[in-house]
C-alpha cells in the first residue's frame, strides 16, 4: 500500500464541508417538522374510529414505507414537473423527506398514543374539555412522552437520509464530500473526515434527545 | 320543584347485549344515593350514561330539567353537538376507580385544568379555588407533588378535588375505593363523607356495604340491568324485600 | 398511462428485469453476508470481553451514525485507492452487509439481553455448559425475539440497494434512469419503478407480520 494520510487538501475544504453539514442539519429540520405535523395528522388517522380515516392513514403510511427514499426523491424532482409541479431542488427534497418522514413519524406517533390509558380521555370529559381540549392538554403531551425515546432515533435516521439529496446535487455533506474526493484524489481522508462530521452530528443529536428526555420525565 | 336528576326508562345495549333493561329514577338535591349490585349488574354503566361516557339507545336522562346527550326533533333522536355534551358533563363531576389524573401535571394543575379550559377562569383564580380544594381533601401541602409521587389515597383525594372544584351539581363516584390497598381506604371515605356532610348531592356506586349504610339517604340495588330494590339504607340491609337482595347481601362483607 | 409507455415497457423489459435480477442479487448477498456478520456482532457485544466489546460497539456506533450512501460511496471509492480492486457491485454489496451487520448486531444482542437472568440460572441449576445453555435456552428464545424485526431488516436492504445505483450499478433503478433518459417518460417509469420496489417490500412486510404471529410464543 503506497498510501499515505495527508488530510491537508480537506482541511482546506473543511469550510465547505461544514456548509453542508449545515445544509443537511437545516433540510432535516425542516423536514421533520414538516413531518411531525403530517405524522400527528396521520396518527390520530391510523386510532380514528372512521374505517375510512384508518384506511385512508394505513394506505399513506404502507406506501411510503415500502418504497426506497431515493426513488422518491427522484420521482419528486425529476417526474413531478411532469404534472406540472416544478420545484427547486431543494424544496424539492424537503417536500420529499418531509412526507417520507412523515409515515415513518406517523407509526412511531401511533405507538404513543395507544399506550395512552383510555381513562386519561374520559377524565378530560368529565370534566367538561372538548375532543380537542383532550388532545392538546392531555394526549399529545403524554404520548409525546411515550415516544421520545423512538423518536430521537427516528429522528437521527431521518438527518441520515438528507445524504440522499447528493443525488439530486443539493449541496448537502454527502454532496461536498463526494466533489472534494473527485476534486482533490484525498479519498481515505474526505470519507473519514466526513463519516465523522454524521457520526458526531448523530452523537449530539442523540445526547440532545436524551437530555429532553429527562427534562421532560415524569417525577415519581 | 323539577328533580335534580331524573332518568326514564333507560336502555343502553352493547351490540346485541342489553345491560340496562329500563332503568327509571328519580333524584333530589342534597340526596346521597349509593347504587350497590354484583359485577355485571350494570351500576358503572347507569353511572357513565349520566354523563354520556357510555351512549344509551333507549330513555332519557335529565339533571336539573336538561336532558343530557340527546334531543328528540320530529321524532328522530340524534346525539346532541359535542361542545354542548362538553358543557353538559361539566355539570357532573366524576371520580373513577383508576383515579385517572394526568400524571404530567401536579396535583394543582390537575384540579386548575378543568376551570382554566371549561370555565375560561384566569389563572390565578383557579390557582387558589384549587388550594381551596386540595386543602379541603387535606393535600395543599402536596399541591406541586405529580401524581406518581402520590399513594393511591392521595392520587384518589386529588382526583375527588379535581372534580368538586368544577363545582358540580352532582358527584359521580364509581368504584373509588375498590382501586386502593385496604389501608388507604378510609381516608377517601372520610373525604367523600365530608362533602355528603356538606349538602353535595351524590351517586355512590360502592362494594363498601358499611359505608353504603352509613353514608347514603337512599340505597339502589342493581340486578342485572334493572333496580332489583329501592329504599332507606336501614330497610334495605336489614330487611330486604327481595331473594336477590338477600343473597347479594349475604356474599358482600360488612366492614 | 397510454400504449406509448406500454410499448416502451415492452421494448425495455430485458434491461428492467436483469436490474430487477441485480436488485434482489444485492438484497440477498448483503442480507447473508450481513446477517452472519451481524450474528458475531452481537455474540461480541454480548458475551465479549470488555475490550472486544468496546472495539465491536465503536464499530456499529460508527456504522449506524453514518449515512448507507456515505457507506457506499466510501467502500466505493476508498477500496479501489487502497488497492483492493472491487467492481462497483462487490463494493455496493460491501457497504451493504457491513450496514447490515450492525443492525443485525443490535438486534441479536437486544434479543439475548431481553431473556430473563434466571433463564441462564435454571440452565446452571440443571447442569448445563454455557454452550449447551446458549444452544436449548438462549438462542431458541433470541431468535423468536429477533426474527421478526431481522426481516424487516432485509426490506430495508432492498430499499437500501436502490443507492448502488449512484455507484454505477447495473440494478433496477439505474436501468430505469436509463430508460427514462431515452424515453423521456420520468413519471411512468419512476412509477413503475417504485411500484416494483413497493409490491417486493410489501410482501416482506407481510411475510414479517407472518413470521410475528409464527413465533409468538403460545401464551
Not at chain 2, 378535588?161 to 386502593?180: G, H, Q, W, Y
Request: charged share 20%; aromatic share 8%.
Amino acid at each position: 500500500m503506497t498510501y499515505t494520510l495527508n488530510f491537508a487538501a480537506v482541511w482546506r475544504s473543511f469550510d465547505l464541508l461544514l456548509q453542508g453539514l449545515a445544509l443537511s442539519l437545516g433540510l432535516a429540520l425542516v423536514a421533520i417538522l414538516a413531518g411531525c405535523v403530517i405524522g400527528l395528522i396521520t396518527a390520530f388517522g391510523l386510532v380514528s374510529k372512521s374505517v375510512l380515516l384508518r384506511k385512508a392513514a394505513g394506505l399513506y403510511v404502507t406506501i411510503i414505507r415500502n418504497t426506497p427514499i431515493l426513488v422518491l426523491v427522484l420521482f419528486s424532482y425529476f417526474a413531478l414537473p411532469e404534472l406540472g409541479v416544478r420545484l427547486g431542488k431543494i424544496e424539492s427534497f424537503v417536500l420529499t423527506l418531509a412526507i417520507y418522514s412523515g409515515a415513518y413519524l406517523a407509526e412511531v406517533f401511533r405507538g404513543g398514543l395507544i399506550a395512552v390509558p383510555p381513562g386519561q380521555r374520559e377524565a378530560g370529559l368529565a370534566i367538561g374539555l372538548t375532543e380537542m381540549q383532550i388532545r392538546t392538554s392531555i394526549i399529545i403531551p403524554l404520548m409525546l412522552r411515550n415516544v421520545l425515546p423512538s423518536l430521537g432515533s427516528t429522528m437521527i435516521s431521518l438527518f441520515k437520509d438528507t445524504s440522499l439529496a447528493a443525488a439530486i446535487a443539493v449541496p448537502e455533506l454527502t454532496f461536498e464530500a463526494r466533489k472534494i474526493n473527485v476534486e482533490t484524489f484525498r479519498v481515505i481522508e474526505t470519507w473519514i473526515v466526513a463519516s465523522c462530521l454524521y457520526v458526531a452530528t448523530c452523537s449530539l443529536l442523540a445526547a440532545l434527545m436524551r437530555a429532553v428526555e429527562r427534562r421532560l420525565a415524569v417525577p415519581r | 320543584m323539577t328533580n335534580l336528576l331524573e332518568i326514564r326508562d333507560l336502555h343502553k345495549r352493547y351490540g346485541t347485549v342489553e345491560v340496562l333493561k329500563g332503568v327509571d329514577c328519580a333524584m333530589r338535591q342534597g340526596e346521597v344515593i349509593s347504587i350497590i349490585g354484583s359485577s355485571g349488574s350494570g351500576k358503572t354503566t347507569m353511572l357513565r350514561c349520566i354523563n354520556m361516557l357510555e351512549e344509551f339507545q333507549g330513555g332519557t336522562i335529565a339533571i336539573d330539567g336538561q336532558e343530557i346527550g340527546y334531543e328528540t326533533a320530529g321524532g328522530v333522536r340524534r346525539r346532541k353537538p359535542e361542545r354542548e355534551i362538553a358543557r353538559q358533563r361539566a355539570m357532573t363531576g366524576m371520580a373513577f376507580q383508576q383515579f385517572n389524573l394526568f400524571p404530567h401535571m401536579t396535583a394543582a394543575a390537575n384540579v386548575m385544568l378543568g376551570l382554566v379550559k371549561v370555565k375560561k377562569m384566569g389563572r390565578d383564580e383557579a390557582r387558589t379555588l384549587a388550594e381551596k380544594w386540595l386543602d379541603r381533601v387535606g393535600l395543599l401541602s402536596r399541591k406541586d407533588h405529580y401524581p406518581g409521587q402520590l399513594s393511591g389515597g392521595q392520587q384518589q383525594r386529588v382526583a375527588i378535588a379535581r372534580a368538586i372544584a368544577m363545582n358540580p351539581k352532582l358527584m359521580l363516584f364509581d368504584e373509588v375505593t375498590s382501586a386502593l390497598d385496604p389501608e388507604l381506604v378510609n381516608e377517601v371515605l372520610q373525604v367523600i363523607k365530608a362533602l355528603a356532610e356538606d349538602g353535595m348531592s351524590m351517586l355512590i356506586v360502592t362494594h363498601e356495604m358499611r359505608f353504603a349504610y352509613e353514608v347514603s339517604s337512599r340505597v339502589i340495588f342493581m340486578n342485572q340491568g334493572r333496580i332489583g330494590e329501592e329504599g332507606n339504607p336501614r330497610e334495605m340491609f336489614l330487611k330486604p324485600q327481595t331473594e336477590r337482595l338477600a343473597e347479594f347481601l349475604k356474599t358482600s362483607t360488612f366492614n | 398511462m397510454d400504449f406509448g409507455f406500454l410499448d416502451q415497457l415492452w421494448v425495455a423489459r430485458i434491461p428492467l428485469l436483469k436490474g430487477l435480477g441485480v436488485s434482489i442479487s444485492i438484497s440477498l448477498l448483503s442480507i447473508v453476508v450481513g446477517t452472519v456478520l451481524g450474528v458475531f456482532v452481537g455474540l461480541a457485544l454480548t458475551y465479549g470481553y470488555r475490550p472486544v466489546q468496546w472495539l465491536v460497539r465503536g464499530y456499529t456506533d460508527f456504522i449506524r451514525g453514518t449515512p448507507v450512501l456515505v457507506l457506499v460511496l466510501a467502500s466505493y471509492y476508498v477500496l479501489s485507492t487502497v488497492g483492493i480492486d472491487l467492481g462497483p457491485f462487490q463494493a455496493g454489496v460491501l457497504a451493504l452487509a457491513v450496514f447490515c451487520s450492525s443492525h443485525v448486531g443490535e438486534l441479536v444482542r437486544g434479543a439475548l439481553q431481553s431473556i430473563p437472568k434466571g433463564q441462564t440460572e435454571a440452565a446452571k441449576a440443571i447442569g448445563l455448559t454455557f454452550p449447551q445453555t446458549f444452544a436449548y435456552v438462549l438462542g431458541p428464545q433470541a431468535l423468536r425475539q429477533a426474527l421478526p424485526a431481522w426481516v424487516n431488516t432485509a426490506a430495508e436492504m432492498v430499499k437500501a440497494s436502490t443507492l448502488l445505483s449512484i455507484i454505477g450499478v447495473g440494478e433496477l433503478l439505474l436501468r430505469t434512469q436509463e430508460v427514462i433518459s431515452r424515453t423521456f417518460m420520468s413519471l411512468e417509469f419512476y412509477f413503475f419503478a417504485g411500484f416494483l420496489y413497493f409490491v417486493i417490500n410489501y410482501g416482506i412486510e407481510r411475510f414479517g407480520r407472518y413470521v410475528e404471529r409464527k413465533t409468538a410464543v403460545p401464551s
